[in-house]
């Protein structure tokens, strides 16, 4: 099928430049969770911006309005119909964000329901376990790669900071895919009603 080769690659330029938009904003927004001194609102908040992607990744997926209240009120960490479980099983995350959100959100429970988690730090958090223990955390935290090991020496929050960037990029790659072959199909289907339109009119 023919496809106007302008209007292909104005569709993918606005595509690309979406995505590199909304990456520029949630990287800003990430780093500014640094500047807060408090662990435990660190904690809390890259929960509920990892709570926020997912969600938005979803109703971005499945294009379904009716669904978007549904979707919000999932719980974050479910085996069979969590917000991870969904992103994970439509492409939008790896099995290794997967693990990541999943410490995430356990330290982020434990905040939560403890009132005197308040003066909590990840420091005193780590250093409670046992070797094996401290040994798994840092990989599962660190699954970029070995390299971001010893920056989660130097800078631990800044290690799940840009764990949540990474994600979000596979989350924003994922919707662009889908999303692009969508559009693309919708497009090819213009063209081709324009074909026969002109054929139609040529045959007048």
């Known amino acids: 099928m023919y496809m106007n080769k302008k209007d292909v690659e104005k569709f993918i330029s606005k595509k690309i430049d979406s995505l ?63 917000k991870t479980h969904i992103a994970k099983s439509v492409g939008l995350i790896t099995k290794e964000h997967e693990k990541f959100i999943q410490k995430v959100a356990e330290i982020r429970n434990i905040l939560a329901h403890d009132f005197n988690a308040l003066n909590f730090t990840l420091d005193d958090y780590v250093q409670s376990m046992d070797k094996n223990q401290k040994k798994s955390f840092i990989k599962q935290i660190s699954y970029m790669g070995e390299e971001f090991i010893p920056l989660y020496e130097a800078k631990p929050k800044m290690v799940f900071v ?29 063209c081709l009603r324009e074909l026969v339109k002109d054929i139609d009119n040529h045959e007048k």
């Open 20 to 82: 590199g938009n909304k990456l520029n904003e949630d990287i800003k927004g990430l780093f500014a969770l640094l500047e807060n001194n408090s662990d435990w609102a660190f904690f809390i908040q890259i929960s509920a911006y990892i709570e926020l992607l997912l969600s938005n990744g979803i109703k971005a997926h499945f294009e379904e309005e009716s669904l978007e209240t549904s979707f919000e009120k999932l719980p974050l960490i479910d085996s069979g119909f969590g």
């Open 162 to 190: 840009l764990n949540i960037v990474f994600m979000s990029a596979q989350i924003e790659q994922g919707l662009f895919a889908s999303k692009k072959e969508r559009d693309l199909n919708k497009l090819e289907l213009e």
